[in-house]
């Protein structure tokens, strides 16, 4: 059963109102995740650990997912562990086809309707956002892309990485909104003050995810939930257009 657009996961969710920043994540949650544009990274990332320590595929694939899971990504794994230098890397598992996204008109029209700035903070690169933003036809309505050299190659959810996002931009945490595919991603920005949405896989019968991935959505620091972020939004600007009941006081 889909959730209705706009749903909150706690009585005591923050709300939109004051929100005058609007953060997204891009893999698998400006797009939808069964398109499968990030198997296409998964793999060739894959395909790079296994060459550059010259190991089995299935090895490769351990310490893939390992890495990804207790060091934000797989490439600061092997930063750290194997003494990977990040540009050939970054390079390379990015090389993806990105056709099969296709213009998405009603999150532009959304997007164009929500007041606001609107950014978009993602472990991947700049080229990257680029060209799914290309393809979405929506990058006009972004004012900046935060990647992971931005990052200085710490990802998400590591906290400085937040830090130095806020900083760059100049964004008010306790007036802005982060959307995101990843639960775990979404604990920072919570205690920082930042309004959370927590946007899950639009057909999850038909995508391949991890369950710790899956987790989280009713944690306390989702403050809302939905499978349908152009729906979303809408309705987040039509709540807030709507006019208030005056106070008798």
Sequence with gaps: MTP??????????????HVDTWVFDLDN??????????QQVDERIRNYIAKF??????????????????????????MIEHGMNPDDFLDFV????????????????????????????????????DAVMTRLAIAHHFEDVFDIVAGELEPKPFPRT?????????????????????ARNLEVPHALGMTTVLVVPERTREVFRESWELEGRDAAHVDHVTDD?????????????????????
């Excluded at 949650?29 to 990030?38: C, F, K």
């Excluded at 089995?56 to 797989?74: I, L, N, S, V």
Aim: charged content about 25%; glycine content about 6%.
């Design 94 to 129: 990015h090389e993806i086809d990105h056709s099969p996204i296709e213009p998405n008109p009603a999150l532009g029209a959304a997007l164009e309707r929500l007041p606001g700035r609107k950014l978009i903070l993602t472990n991947g690169t700049r080229a990257h956002a």
């Design 29 to 38: 949650t400006l797009y939808p995740h069964h398109l499968d544009l990030w």
């Design 53 to 78: 320590l010259d190991t089995t595929y299935d090895d490769a694939f351990r310490k893939q997912k390992d890495f990804y899971r207790r060091y934000g990504t797989t490439m600061r794994g092997m």
């Design 4 to 17: 209705a657009p706009l749903s909150s996961a706690h009585a005591t969710s923050r709300a939109f109102a």
């Design 229 to 249: 972020l152009a729906g979303f939004l809408e309705e987040i600007v039509t709540r807030r257009a709507a006019p208030q009941p005056c106070s008798p006081y």
């Design 162 to 182: 937040y830090d130095r996002f806020l900083a760059r931009h100049g964004v008010d945490a306790e007036k802005a909104a982060m959307f995101e595919d990843l």
